[in-house]
Nanobody, 125 residues
Framework: QVQLVESGGGLVQPGGSLRLSCAAP????????IAWFRQAPGKEREGVSC????????YYADSVQGRFTISRHNAEKTSYLQMNNLKPEDTAVYYC??????????????????WGQGTQVTVSS
């Protein structure tokens, strides 16, 4: 059974940094587009960032552009989301997702085949 396991969440002060990890040991990782989503209380899940399988193109939501960096290490079957200059509005549960066929709208939830259970990120002083 394919599982995605997120880690690295926690409590951080505004302006701080966290690095999230998404491990997928049973996934044929190389072939999958990997994305990070987040969901804050009372809000819909939104796409944060995406990295393609083929050419490692990266995409970011406007709200995190310039602060977050997505990467992938295919040999380790792991994706990372480096989050810098965190803001209170970044507080949410962060999920990673893997999709074999992801369309031009990378933040479309339905395009992803596998999801992790999420990790909580809280930005507060």
């Amino acid at each position: 059974q394919v599982q995605l396991v997120e880690s690295g969440g926690g409590l951080v002060q505004p302006g701080g940094s966290l690095r999230l990890s998404c491990a997928a040991p049973r996934l044929t990782f190389y072939y999958y587009t990997i994305a990070w989503f987040r969901q804050a209380p009372g809000k819909e899940r939104e796409g944060v960032s995406c990295i393609s399988a083929s050419d490692r193109s990266t995409y970011y939501a406007d709200s995190v552009q310039g602060r977050f960096t997505i990467s992938r290490h295919n040999a380790e079957k792991t994706s990372y989301l480096q989050m810098n200059n965190l803001k209170p509005e970044d507080t949410a549960v962060y999920y990673c997702a893997a999709g074999l066929y992801v369309g031009s709208n990378w933040s479309r939830n339905l395009d992803y085949d596998y999801w992790g259970q999420g990790t909580q990120v809280t930005v507060s002083s």
